[in-house]
């Protein structure tokens, strides 16, 4: 079975404070990890994936299949970054199904 | 390009009817996946439509049943409704070919279901 854990539903920062998101996972196999984002009055939307190594909007997340973690983090928060966020798994291979967490809602604060 | 659409926005329903809810893909999309998001909950995976097939199922039960068009677009029907089934119905569009590429999902603005 696959298992997202999103341990914290509010998250209240100041702005330029660092701001961590957890994410931990359950999945026997190799997992395919994202973020997606959820701004207010906005549609879900993709903020970035494991595989990419990219850092969008100033947000980097490492796998660490250790610890079976997927954390979200950026040093500077900003009050833009303010949303919903949900981290997301996916089994790969011809496992289609996209498991979400239930959501961390984030307000950075000015 | 207007992105993944859904119809209707907000729909009210009585307990034991049926719904169809609708979806369009963003342009260049050949796949379609369903999802329920319950109030303060993350989105619930509900199937995923690849050339007219039902790919991938997740935990419902059989009143939930779908269709996809030759043009790709998506139909949910949900039989027999509950209280239970009130939510917001996400669909979400992506490119079918390969893992690397389907992961990355557009989601349309979801259609609020409410069952009384």
């Known amino acids: 079975a696959q298992r997202v854990t999103q341990p914290e539903k509010l998250l209240s920062v100041f702005k330029g404070a660092p701001v961590e998101l957890k994410c931990n996972y359950s999945y026997s196999g190799s997992p395919e990890l994202f973020w997606y984002v959820q701004y207010s009055r906005q549609r879900l939307q993709l903020l970035l994936r494991h595989i990419s190594r990219e850092s969008i909007k100033g947000f980097t997340a490492d796998l660490n299949k250790g610890e079976t973690s997927f954390h979200l983090k950026k040093p500077f928060a900003q009050e833009e970054d303010s949303a919903m966020y949900y981290c997301a798994l996916s089994g790969g291979g011809s496992n289609y199904k996209l498991t979400f967490g239930k959501g961390t809602l984030l307000t950075v604060n000015p | 390009d207007a992105g993944v659409t859904q119809s209707p926005t907000h729909l009210i329903k009585t307990r034991g009817q049926q719904v169809t809810l609708r979806c369009s893909p963003k342009s260049g999309h050949d796949t379609v996946s369903w999802y329920q998001q319950a109030l303060g909950q993350g989105p619930q995976f509900i199937f995923q439509?690849?050339?007219?097939?039902?790919?991938q199922r997740g935990n419902f039960p059989d009143r939930f049943s779908g269709h996809q068009f030759p043009n790709y677009s998506s139909e949910l029907n949900v039989n027999a409704l509950l209280l239970g089934d009130s939510a917001l119905y996400l669909c979400a569009s992506s490119s079918g070919g390969g893992t690397a590429s389907w992961g990355e999902q557009y989601f349309g603005p979801g259609t609020r279901l409410t069952v009384t």
């Open positions: 439509y690849y050339e007219e097939e039902e790919r």
